[in-house]
């Protein structure tokens, strides 16, 4: 049963830091894109960021472009989001998903598992 789960999420003062990760299992992660999107109170799941199978390239959210970054270990089987200079509009669930073989990176049907997400909260 194939697992995604996220971890890293809480509480940050605008401008701080926050590392996120997920750890998947029971799937062949080296051929797996992965994803991170997020979900606020009200709005629609928009991408974030994405990091490729294979040669592991990277694609962002104009949003986050410069404040993001996405890193895969393919040892672990793990794929983490180091997000800095947080701002209170990225409060939201954030969930990776995984698509196998996958380069449609920002659209999110194209993901075969999903994680069940974790809370970021950026206070003013």
């Known amino acids: 049963q194939v697992q995604l789960v996220e971890s890293g999420g809480g509480l940050v003062q605008a401008g701080g830091s926050l590392r996120l990760s997920c750890a998947a299992s029971?799937?062949?992660?080296?051929?797996?894109?992965m994803g991170w999107f997020r979900q606020a109170p009200g709005k629609e799941r928009e991408f974030v960021a994405a990091i490729s199978w294979g040669s592991g390239s990277t694609y962002y959210a104009d949003s986050v472009k410069g404040r993001f970054t996405i890193s895969r270990d393919n040892a672990k089987n793990t794929v983490d989001l180091q997000m800095n200079s947080l701002k209170p509009e990225d409060t939201a669930v954030y969930s990776c998903?995984?698509?196998?073989?996958?380069?449609?990176?920002?659209?999110?049907?194209?993901?075969?598992?999903w994680g069940q997400g974790t809370q970021v909260t950026v206070s003013s």
């Open positions: 029971s799937l062949p992660f080296s051929r797996y894109s």
């Open positions: 998903a995984a698509d196998f073989l996958g380069y449609n990176y920002h659209i999110a049907h194209s993901y075969d598992y």
